[in-house]
C-alpha cells in the first residue's frame, strides 16, 4: 500500500465498518468534503472517491486474509446517487439548449433528470443504454443558492469502470444527416458526448484520466463493433502530459486510432461546425 494516509485509514477500521472521510488521493478538492467512501468486509477494504476529478476506486487485503477467499462486498450506498431526483423542468432544458444546443429529446432519451439540491444528474450508460451509476454536475447558473460541493461526483458500484456511453439507434430520429457509423469518438466529458452522439458513436471518460479498465472496455467494445473503422481521441485544448500518456495508451491497444486537440470543447462547439470535426 503505497499511500500512507489510505493505510492508516484501513487499519483504522474495524471489520464491517463503514466511514465517509476525506480522500487520501485528491484530499478533497478546495472544500475538503468528505467524497471518499471505504469499507471494511471479510478481509478486504474497498473504497471510492465520489469527486469525478478523483475517481480513486479499489480493494485492499488485510495482512494474513487472502481477498480471495471473502464473500464480495454490497454497500448499496456507494453504488448509486440516494438523493431525490425529477424530470427536468423548463429552466434546466432552456439552459442546456440554449448554452449546448441540447434538445428536449436527446436530454429525455438519455435520461437525464434534476436532483433535489439543484445539480443536473447525467446517468453513467453502458453500451446498451442500461444505466451503471450516475454522475452529478453543478452549474452554478443554475442552483446558485445552496449547493457547496464538487463541480461532478460520480456515483457507481466499484466493479463498474466509470465510462459513459452514448450511442442512438440505426434509424433513431435524433440522427442527424451528417451521421457517421464507422467512427467512435473518446471525449472527456458527458454532455460532450451526448452531444456529439447525433453524428458519431461517443464515449466519455468521466474526467479526464485512461485508467486500464476503461481502455480495456473500449477496446472490447470496438473489437466487437465491425463497422468502427477508427476511433478519434478528442482533447481538450488545455489536455497536458498526463493526455498524451492517455494517447500512448490508447495507441498500443486499438488500431487506427487518432488524436486531436481540440481548440474549443464539443459541448461549446456549433453543431454546424461539428461535421468537420469529426472527418
Ligand atoms: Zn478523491
Known amino acids: 500500500m503505497n499511500n500512507p494516509e489510505l493505510r492508516d485509514l484501513v487499519l483504522g477500521l474495524a471489520e464491517g465498518e463503514s466511514r465517509r472521510e476525506v480522500c487520501p488521493f485528491c484530499h478533497g478538492g478546495r472544500t475538503r468534503e468528505r467524497s471518499f467512501q471505504i469499507t471494511r468486509e471479510g478481509g478486504v477494504a474497498k473504497y471510492v472517491c465520489h469527486r469525478a476529478s478523483c475517481s480513486s476506486g479499489g480493494r485492499r487485503s488485510y495482512g494474513g486474509m487472502s481477498p480471495t ?13 440516494m438523493g431525490e431526483y425529477t424530470q427536468l423542468t423548463d429552466k434546466y432544458r432552456e439552459f442546456l439548449l440554449g448554452r449546448f444546443e441540447i434538445t428536449a429529446d436527446l436530454l429525455h432519451y438519455y435520461g437525464v433528470r434534476q436532483a433535489a439540491d439543484g445539480r443536473v444528474l447525467l446517468p453513467l450508460l453502458h453500451y446498451d443504454g442500461t444505466r ?3 454522475s452529478l454536475r453543478y452549474y452554478p447558473e443554475l442552483s446558485p443558492q445552496s449547493y457547496r460541493g464538487s463541480k461532478s461526483m460520480i456515483y457507481r458500484p466499484l466493479d463498474e469502470v466509470p465510462l459513459a456511453w452514448y450511442t442512438l439507434p440505426a434509424g433513431s430520429s435524433l440522427l442527424l444527416p451528417d451521421y457517421r457509423s464507422d467512427t467512435l469518438i473518446i471525449v472527456e466529458d458527458q454532455i460532450s458526448a451526448m452531444k456529439a452522439s447525433r453524428l458519431v458513436d461517443s464515449v466519455a471518460l468521466v474526467g479526464t484520466n485512461m485508467s486500464m479498465p476503461k481502455l480495456v472496455e473500449i477496446g472490447m467494445r470496438v473489437a466487437a463493433t465491425p463497422r468502427y473503422k477508427r ?24 488500431t487506427n486510432v487518432s488524436m486531436r486537440r481540440l481548440d474549443c470543447d464539443i ?10 470535426v469529426f472527418n
Open 231 to 254: 476511433t478519434l481521441v478528442l482533447l481538450d485544448a488545455d489536455a497536458t502530459a498526463q493526455a498524451a500518456r492517455m494517447v500512448a495508451r490508447v495507441r498500443s491497444l486499438l
Open 132 to 134: 451503471k451509476g450516475d
Open 69 to 81: 477467499n471473502s464473500a464480495p462486498v454490497r454497500n448499496p450506498a456507494l453504488d448509486k446517487y
Open 267 to 276: 459541448k461549446d462547439t456549433p453543431y454546424a461546425e461539428l461535421p468537420a
